[in-house]
């Protein structure tokens, strides 16, 4: 099942329970990290090393 909205421009398996993903949001073209380990889970923005938001145009 896919998404209108979101994209899967990055997926790595770190380890058996730890995956990383990078999510594009289409509409805002703004990058976010996803980070999973075993049931638990955190998203955030990626930053540049300015501290501005990575976005894909």
């Given at each position: 099942?896919g998404?209108?909205?979101?994209?899967?421009?990055?997926?790595e398996?770190?380890?058996?329970?730890?995956?990383?993903?990078?999510?594009?949001?289409k509409?805002?073209?703004?990058?976010?990290?996803?980070?999973?380990?075993?049931?638990?889970?955190?998203?955030?923005?990626?930053?540049?090393?300015?501290?501005?938001?990575?976005?894909?145009?």
């Amino acid at each position: 099942m896919g998404s209108d909205r979101f994209d899967i421009k990055e997926k790595e398996m770190v380890s058996i329970m730890t995956e990383t993903i990078v999510i594009v949001d289409k509409e805002t073209g703004v990058n976010y990290l996803y980070v999973g380990r075993g049931y638990g889970g955190g998203l955030t923005p990626l930053l540049d090393a300015d501290g501005n938001l990575v976005v894909t145009r």
